[in-house]
């Protein structure tokens, strides 16, 4: 890890870039927003922690009633649980052997659940339990709309989970019902579409596993762009939204009920980088290319300016281009760009810099960077 780009207490034109910055004033109204909303859709939180990786962040979110916690890889699960977060949710598979131990120990720590979408990798997971003298939660994965894992809704899911149930140091926890792809339609009618299509096939399967007598105790899924319509099928009764505590400029192209941008979270985060060369009018250069920032959904954006666009990224490098008309910006100016995608890019620094104001208030280590 390397050391802090700030100190506590300095002002924020002090902070090393490029740097992860964090304004702490609208990050807390994002906290509380979907806080709010979940009490109002009567269902529970466990945001996903591949958005942070920072355990600080989770214990906030959960001091706000969260039931825990999502993560993506038994490395950001490790971090969590370290961090002092109890409850877990990798929502992803586990199949590698060492990686099965790892998680297994860990649910000799805190309630720790997986998914599955193979009955021989749910033998793995049990074997290891048996070994480790410990039981493990694990949800079967429904392929809702995503087409990536997870078996396909209906009989093969109740198979899966039949084959589940049946191993002695396993419980089946329910189903794992997340469509990804659905988070980006751009459409508002589309995307809310799309999410109860997930839900009306996540609900026929959950009605036909419990038919067969056995007890499916929760359906999870839902991110930032559908928290609002899985709720409305009746059938989840626990969501996942993880960007909504940073969002990004991909999440910006989302549209709402009335055409207009989706506004209900605010951006929060952003990378302070430097103009280090104004080689000519059309042109500048900033501190912060592909080591600081993802370009995986698209360039980041140059935060207040509609005149200045971030064109290309290398190493170390970011180009932005103006118009003639515009003065530009001088070397040593400082320029915030917003994150295309915030979790990669999260995943590119040690330190989150949160400011208040003018100033430095907390410095969080993303504990979970590259944790596999």
Not at 10 to 37: G, H, Q
Not at 77 to 97: C, Q
Not at 175 to 202: C, M, N, V
Not at 313 to 330: M, P, T, V
Request: with cysteine.
């Amino acid at each position: 890890m390397m050391r802090p780009p700030a100190e506590i207490g300095i002002p924020l034109e002090e902070v090393e870039s490029p740097a992860l910055i964090l304004d702490l004033d609208t990050f807390e109204r994002n906290l509380k927003r979907l806080a709010d909303a979940g009490r109002r859709l009567g269902v529970r939180l466990r945001p996903h922690a591949k958005t942070h990786k920072c355990p600080v962040i989770a214990r906030r979110q959960m001091a706000l009633g969260a039931v825990g916690v999502c993560c993506q890889t038994v490395g950001e699960a490790e971090a969590m649980v370290f961090g002092g977060i109890d409850d877990v949710l990798v929502t992803n598979e586990v199949v590698d052997r060492v990686k099965v131990n790892r998680l297994v120990s860990l649910a000799k720590q805190a309630r720790v659940a997986v998914c599955a979408d193979d009955a021989g990798n749910a033998e793995a997971l049990n074997a290891a339990a048996a070994a480790f003298g410990a039981r493990l939660d694990v949800l079967v994965e429904v392929n809702v709309g995503a087409n990536r894992c997870g078996v396909e809704p209906g009989r093969p899911a109740l198979v899966l989970a039949e084959a589940i149930a049946a191993l002695p140091n396993l419980n089946f926890a329910g189903l794992q019902a997340y469509h990804g792809a659905a988070q980006h339609i751009r459409d508002f009618t589309e995307r809310r579409s799309a999410a109860l299509s997930a839900a009306k096939k996540a609900g026929a399967t959950k009605a036909l596993i419990e038919g067969a007598g056995l007890p499916c105790e929760r359906v999870t899924g839902a991110g930032t762009g559908t928290y609002r319509f899985e709720p409305e099928s009746g059938v989840y009764d626990e969501i996942q939204a993880g960007s909504y505590v940073f969002m990004d400029a991909d999440y910006g192209h989302n549209l709402d009920e009335g055409g207009g941008a989706v506004s209900e979270f605010e951006q929060s985060l952003h990378i302070l980088a430097t103009v280090v060369s104004r080689p000519d009018r059309a042109r500048c250069i900033v501190n912060a290319g592909l080591k600081a920032l993802s370009v995986d959904s698209g360039m980041p954006v140059v935060d207040g300016d509609e005149g200045a666009r971030y064109v290309g990224a290398s190493d170390e490098h970011g180009k932005i281009e103006f118009a003639e008309s515009r003065r530009g910006f001088d070397p040593g100016e400082r320029v915030r760009l917003v994150p295309g995608h915030c979790d990669p890019t999260v995943n590119l620094h040690d330190w989150i810099v949160g400011y208040r104001g003018n100033h430095v208030e907390a410095l969080w280590p993303v504990a979970a960077r590259g944790a596999f």
